[in-house]
């Protein structure tokens, strides 16, 4: 069974930084693309980031590109996204997922940026 349990929100100023982790287990996480999408308020769910099974290729949706940073620990089974500059529009829940396409989720984190 997957098991993916995020960690590491919460509330920062506009300008902050938070580093979210994904413990993974269940499944064979070194050999596994991952992905890191969110959920705003009110809003459909939106991929945010990807990263293949060695780490050696990335990428991120426009918006948060030179601002977030996906990596991984595969010894550890841990997925992170450092999230840097935060704006409040990146308020939302963040979810860890198996797959790059997203597949499986994991019950998220919740960050919100404000004042």
């Known amino acids: 069974e997957v098991q993916l349990v995020e960690s590491g929100g919460g509330l920062v100023q506009p300008g902050g930084s938070l580093r979210l982790s994904c413990a993974a287990s269940?499944?064979?996480?070194?050999?596994?693309?991952m992905s890191w999408v969110r959920q705003a308020p009110g809003k459909g769910l939106e991929w945010v980031s990807g990263?293949?099974?060695?780490?050696?290729?990335?990428n991120y949706v426009n918006s948060v590109k030179g601002r977030f940073t996906i990596s991984r620990d595969n010894a550890k089974n841990t997925l992170y996204l450092q999230l840097n500059s935060l704006k409040i529009e990146d308020t939302a829940m963040y979810f860890c997922?198996?797959?790059?396409?997203?597949?499986?989720r994991g019950q998220g984190t919740q960050v919100t940026v404000s004042s």
């Open positions: 990263i293949t099974s060695g780490g050696g290729r990335t």
């Open positions: 269940g499944f064979s996480f070194r050999i596994s693309a």
């Open positions: 997922a198996k797959g790059w396409p997203a597949g499986e």
